[in-house]
C-alpha cells in the first residue's frame, strides 16, 4: 500500500492568512492526488482532484499542486467556513490511502 | 442530484453480525465502482473495499479480509457491506462513495454509525 504522510496533523491560523498543507507519498503517484474538506459531524467533501482541478462550486481561494511524490493545498485567505479537517488521498493505485488529516483550527 | 443514502449501522457484541447498505440515485450506478470507508471516532479515514462497476472483482483491506464482504444489485442501485465477527475496532462510521478508476471518491453518503461494544 501507498503511504501518504501530511504536515502538519494540527495547524492554528486567522481569518485572512495564507495556509499551507503539504501531503507527500511513498511512491511516486503521478498526479494522482486529491484533496477533500471535512467538517464535525459531515461527510468528506471533495476540493481538489488531479492535484490541482478544483472541483466545482469550490472558491478559487483554494489551489493544489504537485507531482510525483509531493504535493501542497493553499488556502489563499482563509475564511471562517473553512477551518475544518483537510485529507489528501492518491488514486493512483488500489487501494486508495488517504493521510491521516490536518486539523485547521481558529487562532 | 448524485446522492449515496446509507443504513444498517446500529449497537451489536462482539463476534456478532450487521449488514450496511448504501442506495444509490442521481447518476448511473452500474457505470461505477463503489468504496466503502469508515473513520473510528476522532480517528481519520480508512478504505475498506470496493466493488467493481459490475460486481466481477471486490478488494477488501487486509484489517477486515474474511470478515466483511462488499457486493451489489445494479438493478436495485444498492451497495452492502456484510460485517461479520465484529471487533470493538471496528466501531465507527461507514461512508459509501463512488469513484471511477484513478478519479476521486465524489459524492459520499453522510454515513452510517457501527458500535461494537458488550
Known amino acids: 500500500d501507498i503511504q501518504m504522510t501530511q504536515s502538519p496533523s494540527s495547524l492554528s491560523a486567522s481569518v485572512g492568512d495564507r495556509v499551507t498543507i503539504t501531503c507527500r507519498a511513498g511512491?511516486?503517484?503521478?498526479?494522482?492526488l486529491n484533496w477533500y474538506q471535512q467538517k464535525p459531524g459531515k461527510a468528506p467533501k471533495l476540493l481538489i482532484y488531479?492535484?490541482?482541478s478544483l472541483q466545482s462550486g469550490v472558491p478559487s481561494r483554494f489551489s493544489g499542486s504537485g507531482s510525483g511524490t509531493g504535493f501542497t493545498l493553499t488556502i489563499s485567505s482563509l475564511q471562517p467556513e473553512d477551518f475544518a479537517t483537510y485529507y489528501c488521498?492518491?488514486?493512483?493505485?488500489?487501494?486508495?490511502?488517504f493521510g491521516q488529516g490536518t486539523q485547521l483550527e481558529i487562532k | 442530484q448524485m446522492q449515496l443514502v446509507e443504513s444498517g449501522g446500529g449497537v451489536v457484541q462482539p463476534g456478532r453480525s450487521l449488514r450496511l447498505s448504501c442506495v444509490a440515485s442521481?447518476?448511473?450506478?452500474?457505470?461505477?465502482?463503489i468504496h466503502w470507508v469508515r473513520q473510528a471516532p476522532g480517528k481519520g479515514l480508512e478504505w475498506v473495499a470496493v466493488?467493481?462497476?459490475?460486481?466481477?472483482?471486490?478488494f477488501h483491506a487486509d484489517s477486515v479480509k474474511g470478515r466483511f464482504t462488499i457486493s451489489r444489485d445494479n438493478s436495485k442501485n444498492t451497495l452492502w457491506l456484510q460485517l461479520n465477527n465484529l471487533r470493538p475496532e471496528d466501531s465507527a462510521m461507514y461512508h459509501c462513495?463512488?469513484?471511477?478508476?484513478?478519479?476521486?471518491?465524489?459524492?459520499w453518503g453522510q454515513g452510517t454509525l457501527v458500535t461494537v461494544s458488550s
Open positions: 462513495t463512488r469513484a471511477a478508476w484513478q478519479q476521486p471518491f465524489d459524492p
Open positions: 442521481g447518476f448511473t450506478f452500474s457505470d461505477y465502482s
Open positions: 466493488i467493481s462497476y459490475d460486481g466481477s472483482s471486490t
Open positions: 511512491q511516486s503517484i503521478s498526479r494522482f
Open positions: 488531479a492535484a490541482s
Open positions: 488521498q492518491q488514486s493512483y493505485t488500489s487501494p486508495y490511502t
